[in-house]
């Protein structure tokens, strides 16, 4: 079992920035890609960005592509999505998730995550 706790969600002005922070703890040798997600009721959770556990390659999706940048400290076993140049239409629950998988088909795709955590509400007003 791995798990994951986010925090840093919150209520920020258009424009501005914040960092959301996913610790993992548990069987993470069992982890080889870490992605946020993010969902809005009534819809289908939607691929933000992934990194594989190493670090090493990221994955963002086009609707943040050079305003979200996701990284991870090694030491703290900490996934972070730093989210600049917020748009209200950025405003949902944000998900951590952790796999086994960074192919392409599993990393973008909430099937592809064995592990979530809880959430954070990330609300950005005009």
């Known amino acids: 079992q791995v798990q994951l706790v986010e925090s840093g969600g919150g209520l920020v002005q258009a424009g501005d920035s914040l960092r959301l922070s996913c610790a993992a703890s548990?069987?993470?040798?069992?982890?080889?890609?870490m992605g946020w997600f993010r969902q809005t009721p009534g819809k289908e959770r939607e691929f933000v960005a992934a990194?594989?556990?190493?670090?090493?390659?990221?994955d963002y999706a086009a609707s943040v592509k050079g305003r979200f940048t996701i990284s991870r400290d090694h030491a703290k076993n900490t996934v972070y999505l730093q989210m600049n140049s917020l748009k209200v239409e950025d405003t949902d629950v944000y998900y951590c998730a952790a796999g086994p998988s960074w192919y392409v088909g599993d990393r973008r795709q909430s099937r592809g995550y064995a592990y979530w955590g809880q959430g954070t509400q990330v609300t950005v007003s005009p």
């Open positions: 548990g069987r993470t040798s069992s982890v080889y890609a």
């Open positions: 990194i594989t556990w190493s670090g090493s390659s990221t």
